[in-house]
């Protein structure tokens, strides 16, 4: 082979102006990834700054928060709750922030005892008609001690006063509450008649539900202090009809009753007047009587030494002024004083028997 076909010529060196254009084309892509890398580096920080940012959380003056990290508190006790103000926590899913409110009052329904309705009927009233019967699946309802059946629901109001075992204590506390609440209303229930549920002792069922709900709340250890428990009960509206008959039969019997109570105080501050009128003449007349006698007296007690010193005088003067009482309307009195010897003096006086017969007058000669 020829010097000609084994002697390779070197490659020709680029131009300058073949080679402007690829470096021009670097610089802009390596000035482009710088910029990137800024904007991207610049976003990070960004958001850093926004994530660590978010864990700020304010807890208001009705509140106490605690922070869960993986979901364990930060803190034991009363070291892990944290009062009104700012506060940061790392945000979600690292911590958790529970705020609790501890001085505003919470407010939960029984959900047992109640017909069904819809929330918008409630707020409506717009009540959906009674069927022909109840449907136990789907109507609620309380029996009563005297095995009747009536509808009845609770409001309890109650504030949390152990915030850690209301959070921690229960998966749920606000359902344990409402099962409490529904216990307490059902268990009272089973103890009044319904007579008084509906009617004669309304104040006293329910402050007896409320009463039940704070037991259930102490021994179970809810961490809450009841405030109130409002309790509304109607009769079923199946038999509305006839309850409302009995309402009215109860009604006309106060009626008479009260009429009743009337007349008796009536008929009684009347007899008690009279009682009153009758004991005040005899205890007057009484007064006059013994008044009389002492009178009497004294005056017989007075006369005595006069008798002691004359006794026949002291009788004849009483005997004549006596006598001249009894005979002050007689025309003629005679007097006959008895004799020495003590015998009455005897008074004989001549009568013409026959009562003489009209005058007749002369005959004319």
């Given amino acids: 082979m020829s010097d000609e076909h084994d002697h390779h ?41 926004v994530f660590l940012g ?47 409110p501890i001085t505003e009052i919470q407010k939960i329904s029984s959900t047992v005892g109640w017909f069904a309705e819809t929330p918008e009927q409630e707020l409506s009233g717009n009540l959906p008609p009674p069927g022909p019967s109840l449907i136990p699946g789907v109507d609620g309802y309380a029996i009563t001690a005297d095995r009747n059946i009536i ?30 609440l529904n216990n307490a209303l059902l268990d009272t229930a089973a103890r009044f008649k319904v007579d008084d549920v509906l009617y004669s002792d309304v104040a006293g069922f329910q402050e007896a539900v409320q009463q039940r709900v704070s037991d259930l709340a102490d021994q179970e250890r809810l961490g809450i202090t009841v405030k109130q428990c409002n309790v509304e009960s109607i009769p079923p509206r199946q038999l509305k009809d006839v309850f409302d008959q009995v309402t009215e039969a109860r009604q006309n019997q106060n009626k008479v009753l009260d009429d009743a109570h009337s007349y008796e105080n009536q008929a009684t501050n009347s007899a008690d007047a009279q009682a009153s009128t009758i004991i005040n003449e005899a205890r007057r ?80 000669p």
């Fill in 9 to 49: 010529d070197p490659a020709p060196e680029p131009s300058a102006t073949a080679m402007a254009p690829e470096d021009a084309g670097s610089q802009a892509l390596a000035e482009a990834l710088r910029s990137s890398f800024a904007i991207v580096k610049f976003v990070m920080v960004a958001l850093v700054v």
């Fill in 285 to 364: 007349a009484q007064t006059r009587y013994v008044q009389s006698v002492q009178a009497d007296a004294k005056a017989f007690s007075d006369l005595l030494p006069n008798y002691g010193i004359n006794p026949d005088l002291f009788r004849q003067q009483e005997l004549v002024q006596v006598m001249g009482q009894a005979l002050t309307n007689v025309d003629f009195k005679t007097y006959l004083p008895t004799t020495a010897n003590g015998k009455p003096t005897e008074l004989r006086l001549l009568l013409n028997r026959e009562p003489p017969g009209p005058k007749t007058e002369p005959a004319n």
């Fill in 151 to 180: 509808h009845t629901r609770a409001t309890l109001y109650y504030q949390v006063d152990d915030p850690i075992r209301y959070v921690f204590g229960f998966t749920s506390a606000s359902n344990t509450i409402q099962n409490a």
């Fill in 54 to 100: 978010s864990g700020f959380f304010q807890v208001g003056t009705q509140e106490k928060a605690v922070i869960l990290r993986f979901g364990k508190t930060v803190g034991q006790g009363q070291e892990a709750l944290l009062g009104p103000g700012l506060h940061w926590s790392f945000p979600y899913p690292i911590d958790e922030v529970v705020k609790i």
